[in-house]
């Protein structure tokens, strides 16, 4: 928002197509040979402690010498030397123990640390060379991070510093990510923006591992690190390093539904109630994870246990931000009240996008609003027609009815955004940088990349149109999300 103004298919690889034992294929899986369908038992040198009879021995001598004679039968009872060399190094129980769970946490962590470094390094990049465009206006390379000091960022870090009587539009920002910064502020010289970054930036991490565990423990590998790619890439992927609450929220709801997928359900709605305080949409994560929570009991009011009691978490950061504010401003819905900056009213399911596409004709092609409500209704109709391919059944792009519960998490947003509009001419206001919180989206992307051609178009598309988006903002040319 601006400042106000008046049947699932993984691509990780099929099981029936590895063939580790030549059982499926016939041939040696060492040297590709034609070989028999049946694999005999493993040998064992003919020295080895651990023959047994029956099992085939290795010949290592000469082809001009005979081979050895067959271990005897007593060979079997004989104990192995306890000095031996060959005898492998037992493994810790408890590095036996972690290795299950850890495994995948490590493989996660590598690839989001991946996108992660090169994102950073990528808007350090353009946030030096962005002002080549302005070289009369060069601030000192010291004051550069200044540059990020736009838009929301001023009211989250305002807030941090003065608190919510600042500005009668500062209730509209919701509590948690202020918070953050300020207890940060004391640690980072510069006032309340290094901390904010430096909160977004840890957060951004943090999201991109739950998003990659989650689309990992879902869809396969391949499908996790193009769908952790691809959001980065995204036009708006730089508010999930920018002083925004972007990453903080998304890494909360990517807990939260984690939890939920693994039944851990205080967890999952522990996170959401966190979500509630940082965006008003944390409160509609109640409907996936009551979906997920009966779909796993059977749809059966029976299977109810004492965890359901957890849901009532959900609105607990609402409903404390309310009671902050009521004492602070004297307005319990402060919150509500204050989007009458920006003009916020509710309409019918889809209105703010038919009055989108009719201000496009009523403007220049190339004039930068129409530009910027060209990319936001594209960004809502792209959202709403992929999550409509996921649906499709027996389709390359289909969830499984167990995964309908990303499906919920995405709609029900996504419908009350259509069914919300801000004042003229901005009625889809911050699509774009929204958008980033609908990441089912951008899994079914991660599906279509399997096809090399897609991947390079929508990266090349995406990552142009990021620096477009990005440079503006930073020398203060144009408004972007």
């Known amino acids: 928002m601006s400042l106000p103004s008046g049947a699932i298919e993984s691509d990780a690889a099929d099981v029936n197509d590895i063939d580790i034992y030549g059982l499926h294929t016939g041939r040696d899986p060492v040297n590709g040979e034609a070989g028999p369908k049946a694999v005999a038992a493993p040998a064992v040198p003919v020295d080895s402690p651990k023959a047994a009879v029956g099992a085939p021995v290795l010949d290592d001598s000469p082809t ?12 079997k009872d004989v104990e192995p030397d306890g000095d031996s060399d060959d005898e492998p190094a037992e ?3 408890w590095r036996a123990w972690m290795r299950p769970w850890m495994e995948p946490w490590v493989r996660s962590l590598r690839a989001a640390l991946g996108v992660w470094f090169g994102a950073i390094a990528a ?11 302005v070289p009369k206006h060069i601030p000192p390379v010291h004051d550069l991070m200044g540059t990020w000091y736009k838009y929301d960022t001023v009211f989250y870090v305002r807030i941090a510093e003065d608190g919510y009587l600042w500005s009668k539009f500062a209730p509209a920002f919701y509590p948690l990510y202020p918070a953050l910064i300020k207890a940060l502020n004391p640690i980072f010289p510069g006032g309340g923006l290094p901390a904010g970054l ?17 689309v990992d423990h879902e869809f396969g590998e391949k499908v996790a690190s193009r769908t952790t790619f691809y ?33 851990n359900f205080w967890v ?26 009966m779909r796993q009991r059977g749809w059966s009011l029976r299977k109810i246990r004492w965890d359901a009691l957890s849901f009532g978490l959900i609105p607990s950061g609402v409903v404390a931000f309310a009671i902050f504010l009521e004492r602070t401003t004297g307005d319990w819905l402060a919150f509500s009240h204050a989007q009458d900056g920006w003009k916020r009213k509710y309409d019918w399911p889809g209105v703010p996008m038919w009055k989108t596409l009719k201000l496009l004709n009523d403007k220049p092609f190339l004039q930068d609003w129409r530009l910027l409500q060209l990319v936001n209704l594209a960004v809502v109709a792209g959202a709403i027609i992929l999550l409509l391919l996921a649906l499709r059944r027996r389709s390359r792009l289909s969830f499984r009815p167990d995964q309908y519960y990303l499906l919920v998490y995405a709609a029900v947003p996504i419908l009350l955004f ?9 009625y889809l206001m911050s699509a774009t940088r929204i958008g980033l919180e609908w990441f089912p989206a951008f899994i079914i992307l991660g ?11 929508y990266l090349l598309l995406a990552i142009m149109a990021q620096g477009m988006f990005l440079a503006p903002m930073l020398l203060n040319i144009q408004f972007t999300a």
């Open 198 to 214: 430096f909160i977004s930036i840890m957060f951004g991490l943090v999201a991109l591992v739950m998003l990659h565990r989650l």
């Open 447 to 457: 599906m279509m990349g399997r096809s090399r051609a897609f991947e390079r178009f």
């Open 418 to 426: 259509i069914s919300t509009e801000t004042g003229w001419p901005n």
């Open 64 to 75: 001009d010498e005979r081979p050895a004679p067959p271990v005897p039968s007593a060979a």
């Open 268 to 293: 999952a709605n522990v996170a959401a109630a966190f979500a509630g305080s940082t965006r008003l949409f944390g409160l509609l994560l109640a409907a996936p994870l009551i979906y997920e929570y």
């Open 123 to 133: 808007y350090l990049f353009v946030t030096f060379f962005a002002w080549r465009f």
């Open 91 to 93: 493994t810790p129980k």
């Open 231 to 263: 959001i980065v890439a995204f036009p708006a992927g730089f508010f999930l390093f920018a002083a925004y609450n972007e990453s903080l929220y998304l890494a909360l709801v990517l807990i939260s539904l984690y939890a939920a997928r693994k039944g």
